[in-house]
């Protein structure tokens, strides 16, 4: 069974920090590329990161570049987000998947990334910044 588990969720104070972390079973996921999403109550989800097979990364949206950095360690069979400078508005249930790729395309001027692409998906982590 192909399998994505996220963790490292909680409670955290505006200004502070957080490594979601998203480990695999029943698949390696050398070959994959990983997307992080995200979903906010009363809010469509949206893609956050995504690395590919070969380590490329790339962040999506304006609030999230240099804050957001997403890693691999293939060893571990796990892809990480890190998440700084942490705001309010990062409230929401943060999800990964497996893909092929980090396709993305443009949507009223911002880069979006493709959320369709992507199968399995985990069950997502709660992340609740709130002073």
């Known amino acids: 069974q192909l399998q994505l588990v996220e963790s490292g969720g909680g409670l955290v104070q505006p200004g502070g920090s957080l490594t979601l972390s998203c480990a695999a079973s029943?698949?390696?996921?050398?070959?994959?590329?990983i997307g992080w999403f995200r979903q906010a109550p009363g809010k469509e989800r949206e893609g956050v990161s995504c690395?590919?097979?070969?380590?490329?990364?790339?962040n999506y949206g304006d609030s999230v570049k240099g804050r957001f950095t997403i890693s691999r360690d293939n060893a571990k069979n796990t892809v990480y987000l890190q998440i700084n400078s942490l705001r309010p508005e990062d409230t929401a249930v943060y999800y990964c998947a497996a893909g092929p790729l980090c396709r993305s395309s443009w949507s009223r001027g911002k880069e979006v990334l493709k959320g369709s692409d992507f199968d399995p998906w985990g069950q997502g982590t709660q992340v609740t910044v709130s002073s």
């Open positions: 029943g698949f390696t996921l050398d070959y994959y590329a």
């Open positions: 690395i590919r097979a070969n380590g490329i990364s790339a």
